[in-house]
């Protein structure tokens, strides 16, 4: 079972680059997030997902542009990155009215930015 | 704005100890608060609680939530080194058919030999 993957596991950028982290889960869930998480902050929402052709903003989306581009896929671009952005990028999925509602990650993407 | 608080940020323990994590909560439209182990990559899911007062299980770990107070604990017993993890707590909202779950900052506990 693949669950949800994300791609690449790792990325080291210069600042001023643009790239896409790319999502996908095979679970037919509806919701899809994307978090970031850095030392000593937990894991913080940038965007979500509650179905194909919606999206909202978390707690920290400056920066950020999403794009849910079919039930499975949900990908996360960077414009014009920023070391600030230095950070571990997690992808996860749910469908909240089946089951107990637990939030399925990826592996993570580690991104640095020089 | 939504808010999850833990508590203590890191302890160090030996094994045996008990150990007691703590998460509060302020989050509109509340449904549930759910606690992930994270070890080396993804967090791994432990526990979801709904009710007030009805204590989760599994094994040595064991949480329950209280609506009233806005809280949850989550008990290590008989603690071992396999339990060094960063354990963050989420607390999940709804909203018109919406959900979304934000996380504390975690607690990293360290287990001693």
């Known amino acids: 079972n693949a669950g949800v993957t994300q791609t690449p596991k790792f990325q080291v950028l210069k600042t001023g680059q643009s790239m896409t982290l790319q999502c996908a889960q095979d679970?037919?869930?509806?919701?899809m997030y994307w978090y970031r998480q850095d030392p000593g902050m937990g894991l913080r929402l940038i965007y979500y997902?509650?179905?194909?052709?919606?999206?909202d903003k978390g707690e920290v989306p400056n920066g950020y542009n999403v794009s849910r581009l079919n039930k499975r896929e949900f990908s996360l671009r960077l414009e014009s990155a920023a070391p600030s952005q230095t950070s571990v990028y997690f992808c996860?999925?749910?469908?909240?009215?089946?089951?107990?509602?637990?939030?399925?990650f990826g592996e993570g993407s580690r991104l640095t930015v020089l | 704005e939504d808010k999850v608080v833990q508590s203590p940020l890191s302890l160090v323990v030996h094994e045996g100890d008990t150990v007691t994590l703590n998460c509060s909560y302020e989050?509109?439209?509340?449904?549930?608060l759910l606690w992930y182990k994270q070890e080396k990559k993804a967090p791994t899911f432990l526990f979801m609680l709904?009710?007030?007062?009805i204590e989760k299980k599994s094994g040595r770990l064991s949480s329950i939530l209280d609506k009233k107070e806005l809280f949850s604990i989550l008990n290590i017993t008989a603690t071992q080194t396999g339990d060094s993890a960063i354990y963050l707590c989420a607390a999940r909202s709804a909203n018109s058919g919406t959900y979304k779950y934000i996380f504390g900052t975690g607690t990293r506990l360290k287990v001693l030999a």
């Open positions: 996860a999925s749910s469908e909240p009215r089946r089951g107990n509602g637990e939030l399925f």
């Open positions: 997902s509650a179905s194909e052709g919606t999206t």
């Open positions: 709904t009710s007030s007062g």
């Open positions: 989050v509109t439209n509340f449904r549930s």
């Open positions: 679970m037919n869930h509806n919701s």
